[in-house]
């Protein structure tokens, strides 16, 4: 089916911005929802961003939501998240994903495809 894989990542300091990518592979995931969920040690995996098929419209968890940027490039298949003015608690394995319901409800509760993870550490 779909191959999500994940690139960038790394450690940063408090302030500073990095970038991921989530190229698809494969079967063509051009019409998917695609976005980010992402997991710290010991805590549950929790929602990030998303962004539609066309790429017109975005969804975003609050405690990133004017900080982070999702975009997308269908002519690649591949989705970027760019995360500004990072913060400790930011510091987790972001987890690229990819969903065919073209709901953003549906891909909060559990998308079709997964990344591999790339892990974003945050120094305070």
């Known amino acids: 089916q779909v191959r999500l894989v994940e690139s960038g990542g790394g450690l940063v300091q408090a302030g500073g911005s990095v970038r991921l990518s989530c190229a698809a592979s494969?079967?063509?995931?051009?019409?998917?929802?695609m976005g980010w969920f992402r997991q710290a040690p010991g805590k549950e995996r929790e929602f990030v961003a998303a962004?539609?098929?066309?790429?017109?419209?975005?969804d975003y968890a609050d405690s990133v939501k004017g900080r982070f940027t999702i975009s997308r490039d269908t002519a690649d298949n591949t989705a970027y998240l760019r995360m500004n003015s990072l913060k400790p608690e930011d510091t987790a394995v972001y987890y690229c994903?990819?969903?065919?319901?073209?709901?953003?409800?549906?891909?909060?509760?559990?998308?079709?495809?997964w990344g591999q993870g790339a892990q974003v550490t945050v120094s305070s």
């Open positions: 494969g079967r063509p995931a051009s019409r998917y929802t």
């Open positions: 962004i539609n098929w066309s790429g017109d419209s975005t």
């Open positions: 994903a990819a969903d065919s319901s073209g709901r953003f409800y549906v891909f909060r509760r559990g998308p079709d495809y």
